[in-house]
């Protein structure tokens, strides 16, 4: 009887950070979350993670929208999914939704471009956004990158991705990847 229990409470929790996550979330995002989640993105309880760890709302310019919205956590990353809503008189919600792509390194892979970034801070005084990506639960090695937001394209361009493959020597230095 208790583990019912504890199934429906956590059942209960869990549709009740939903609720909150769509009280909060434009349907585009929703939407773009859901599918995100289908494909093995996001994870399930995205909304829980919402929750515990906030969504992100910040305006970027006249018209201009952030929303970062946690995706996932795995080996100390937690995972986020960033869009953009710009005005947009003559689109049917009043406003364009943008799933923001990021270019950035993995060791094992290279230069990937991701849906997601990784443990995330936003400068607002510069209107910055930097991520890190922790390689195998490390903070000692994996890839951090700056993406400054650019109005012109209303989108992020990338001002510095740096990567450090060794975890095991915390004097060696971040490397550029490449310069933008």
Known sequence: MKVFRLLII??????????????????????????QMKQGVCETRWPELSENYGIKKVTLDEGATLWLVPCAYWSANLAWSVFVT??????PDGFLTKAIRFVNYHPYEGIVARDVIHNIDWDSANQVLRSQYYMNGSSLCGSRAEFKWHPGYQTFQVKTLLKKDDCRDPEESWKPVFNP
């Open 10 to 35: 956590c059942m209960l929790f869990e549709s009740l950070a939903f609720a909150k996550a769509t009280e909060i979330l434009p349907a585009p995002i929703l939407e773009i979350q859901a599918i």
């Open 86 to 91: 710009i005005k947009e008189s003559s689109h």
